[in-house]
C-alpha cells in the first residue's frame, strides 16, 4: 500500500474542521480589506508613495503600484473583438534523468496561430529541441528542472518573436503564466545568460509594438491586498490581511467581461524589466454571471500606452476564453497546450530513438542506474 489512508483519515478531519473555521476568518479580512480599498480607491498619490517608501525600507517588496486609474476601476470589454491575429504559444519539457539509460532534455513548444471570423482555418505547429552535452552542463553541475523551465520559457518566447514575422494586421501574443520569470533574481551564470536571451525577445515583440501578455489562470497572489496593507491602521500583525487573494477582492467587484485597474508590478526582479518592458498587470472577469472567472493578465508597458491594444486584448481574451464552454480559458492557449505536452511514451519513444542512434555510432549500451532499476 503506497499511502497510509488509515493514518490520513485522522489528518483530513481535522484539516476540514480548520478549514471551516480559517474561512470564517478570511471572510472578515476580506471585509476590512475592501473597506480599505474603497476608502482608498483615489488617494493614487499617497499609495504611490506608500509604495515607494515601504520598497526603500524593503527591497524585496512584492505588491500593486497604482498607475492612472482608480482601484475600483471597472472596464468592460468590446464585443466582438476587432479581427487580429493571435499566436499562442506554450511548452512542455523532459528533464534530465540521470539514473536513466540516456542522459538528455527535451523542449517542446507548440503555436497555435488563428484569425477569428476570417474563414481562414488555423495553423498548428511544433518545434522540438533536444537538449545534450554542454547544454545540460552548468558551473554547479547538471541542469536543474528550474533552468530547464527556463529555456522553456525563453524558446516560447523567441519563438513568438520568429512567428510574427511577415504577419499584417494587429497582432497578439499569448503564453500561459506570467511574463515576469520568477520572483527572486538568479545570480547563476547560465539563468543569467538565458534570462538575457527573454529579455531579447521582449525587445524584439516591443520593436513590432506586438500586443503580448501573459495569461494566469486562477491567481493566487495577493498584490493588490500587499498594497491595501500599506494603508491599514497599525495593528500588531505583519500582514494584517494575510490569506486573502486578489481573486477573493476582485470577485466582488468585476462582472463578467470586465477588467480591473492596470497596476504596476513592484517586486525584485523589476529593475530587470526596464523602459518599455516594465511590467504591469490587470485582472480580468472571463466567466458569467453564474460562473465567474478570474485571470491576472500580465502585460509590458507598451501595450498598457496603447488603450487601443489594452482594449483589444481584453476583448480577444474575453472572447476567447468563453468560447471554450463552462471551463473559460482562452481557446488560442488550450490548443497551443495540447500540441506541446510530452507524455510518458513520448519520453520512451525518444529515448530508445538516442540509444538506437548511439549504439549504431559504435557506443556501448547504456543502461538506468540500479536504482532505477528497482523502480519498477
Same mark, same amino acid.
Given at each position: 500500500?503506497?499511502?497510509?489512508?488509515?493514518?490520513?483519515?485522522?489528518?483530513?478531519?481535522?484539516?476540514?474542521?480548520?478549514?471551516?473555521?480559517?474561512?470564517?476568518?478570511?471572510?472578515?479580512?476580506?471585509?476590512?480589506?475592501?473597506?480599505?480599498?474603497?476608502?482608498?480607491?483615489?488617494?493614487?498619490?499617497?499609495?504611490?508613495?506608500?509604495?515607494?517608501?515601504?520598497?526603500?525600507?524593503?527591497?524585496?517588496?512584492?505588491?500593486?503600484?497604482?498607475?492612472?486609474?482608480?482601484?475600483?476601476?471597472?472596464?468592460?470589454?468590446?464585443?466582438?473583438?476587432?479581427?487580429?491575429?493571435?499566436?499562442?504559444?506554450?511548452?512542455?519539457?523532459?528533464?534530465?534523468?540521470?539514473?536513466?539509460?540516456?542522459?538528455?532534455?527535451?523542449?517542446?513548444?507548440?503555436?497555435?496561430?488563428?484569425?477569428?471570423?476570417?474563414?481562414?482555418?488555423?495553423?498548428?505547429?511544433?518545434?522540438?529541441?533536444?537538449?545534450?552535452?554542454?547544454? &545540460?552542463?552548468?558551473?554547479?553541475? *547538471? %541542469?536543474? =528542472?528550474?533552468? $530547464?523551465?527556463?529555456?522553456?520559457?525563453? !524558446?516560447? #518566447?523567441?519563438?513568438?518573436?520568429?512567428?510574427?514575422?511577415?504577419?499584417?494586421?494587429?497582432?497578439?501574443?499569448?503564453?500561459?503564466?506570467?511574463?515576469?520569470?520568477?520572483?527572486?533574481?538568479?545570480?547563476?551564470?547560465?539563468?543569467?545568460?538565458?534570462?538575457?536571451?527573454? &529579455?531579447?525577445?521582449?525587445?524584439? *515583440? %516591443?520593436? =513590432?509594438?506586438? $500586443?503580448?501578455?501573459?495569461?494566469?489562470? !486562477?491567481? #493566487?497572489?495577493?498584490?493588490?491586498?500587499?498594497?491595501?496593507?500599506?494603508?491599514?491602521?497599525?495593528?500588531?500583525?505583519?500582514?494584517?490581511?494575510?490569506?486573502?487573494?486578489?481573486?477573493?477582492?476582485?470577485?466582488?467587484?468585476?462582472?463578467?467581461?470586465?477588467?480591473?485597474?492596470?497596476?504596476?508590478?513592484?517586486?525584485?526582479?523589476?529593475?530587470?524589466?526596464?523602459?518599455?518592458?516594465?511590467?504591469?498587470?490587470?485582472?480580468?472577469?472571463?466567466?458569467?454571471?453564474?460562473?465567474?472567472?478570474?485571470?491576472?493578465?500580465?502585460?509590458?508597458?507598451?501595450?498598457?500606452?496603447?488603450?487601443?491594444?489594452?482594449?483589444?486584448?481584453?476583448?480577444?481574451?474575453?472572447e476567447q476564453a468563453r468560447s471554450t464552454g463552462a471551463q473559460p480559458y482562452p481557446y488560442p492557449l488550450v490548443r497551443a497546450h495540447e500540441t506541446a505536452v510530452v507524455k510518458t511514451d513520448d519520453r520512451q519513444q525518444v529515448t530508445e530513438m538516442i540509444e538506437r542512434e548511439l549504439i549504431s555510432s559504435g557506443m556501448k549500451p547504456v543502461f538506468n542506474s540500479n536504482k532505477q532499476s528497482h523502480k519498477f
Amino acid at each position: 500500500m503506497p499511502v497510509d489512508y488509515l493514518h490520513l483519515q485522522h489528518q483530513i478531519k481535522k484539516l476540514a474542521a480548520t478549514a471551516v473555521t480559517r474561512s470564517a476568518e478570511l471572510a472578515h479580512k476580506l471585509l476590512d480589506c475592501q473597506a480599505l480599498l474603497q476608502a482608498h480607491a483615489n488617494d493614487l498619490s499617497a499609495l504611490q508613495k506608500a509604495v515607494e517608501d515601504a520598497t526603500a525600507q524593503n527591497k524585496g517588496l512584492r505588491c500593486a503600484k497604482p498607475v492612472n486609474e482608480s482601484l475600483t476601476t471597472r472596464v468592460s470589454a468590446v464585443l466582438p473583438a476587432p479581427a487580429c491575429t493571435i499566436i499562442a504559444a506554450d511548452g512542455s519539457q523532459i528533464n534530465p534523468d540521470p539514473h536513466g539509460s540516456a542522459l538528455f532534455g527535451l523542449i517542446n513548444v507548440g503555436i497555435f496561430t488563428i484569425r477569428p471570423g476570417s474563414g481562414k482555418a488555423p495553423t498548428v505547429e511544433i518545434q522540438s529541441q533536444l537538449l545534450y552535452d554542454q547544454t &545540460l552542463e552548468t558551473e554547479t553541475g *547538471l %541542469a536543474s =528542472e528550474e533552468l $530547464i523551465g527556463l529555456m522553456r520559457d525563453v !524558446r516560447e #518566447r523567441q519563438i513568438l518573436a520568429e512567428q510574427i514575422n511577415g504577419k499584417d494586421g494587429l497582432l497578439i501574443t499569448l503564453t500561459d503564466g506570467p511574463l515576469e520569470l520568477y520572483h527572486e533574481p538568479r545570480q547563476e551564470a547560465a539563468f543569467k545568460s538565458y534570462f538575457n536571451k527573454y &529579455l531579447a525577445a521582449l525587445d524584439d *515583440l %516591443a520593436l =513590432e509594438k506586438t $500586443i503580448t501578455a501573459g495569461y494566469v489562470d !486562477r491567481p #493566487r497572489a495577493s498584490l493588490v491586498v500587499r498594497l491595501l496593507e500599506l494603508m491599514a491602521p497599525d495593528t500588531a500583525t505583519e500582514n494584517p490581511f494575510g490569506g486573502v487573494t486578489d481573486l477573493a477582492l476582485y470577485e466582488k467587484i468585476l462582472q463578467p467581461g470586465e477588467r480591473s485597474a492596470v497596476f504596476k508590478l513592484q517586486s525584485s526582479s523589476a529593475h530587470d524589466y526596464t523602459n518599455k518592458k516594465e511590467l504591469h498587470f490587470f485582472y480580468l472577469n472571463v466567466g458569467s454571471e453564474t460562473n465567474p472567472s478570474l485571470a491576472r493578465v500580465e502585460v509590458p508597458l507598451w501595450v498598457v500606452e496603447d488603450e487601443s491594444s489594452l482594449s483589444l486584448l481584453q476583448s480577444v481574451l474575453v472572447e476567447q476564453a468563453r468560447s471554450t464552454g463552462a471551463q473559460p480559458y482562452p481557446y488560442p492557449l488550450v490548443r497551443a497546450h495540447e500540441t506541446a505536452v510530452v507524455k510518458t511514451d513520448d519520453r520512451q519513444q525518444v529515448t530508445e530513438m538516442i540509444e538506437r542512434e548511439l549504439i549504431s555510432s559504435g557506443m556501448k549500451p547504456v543502461f538506468n542506474s540500479n536504482k532505477q532499476s528497482h523502480k519498477f
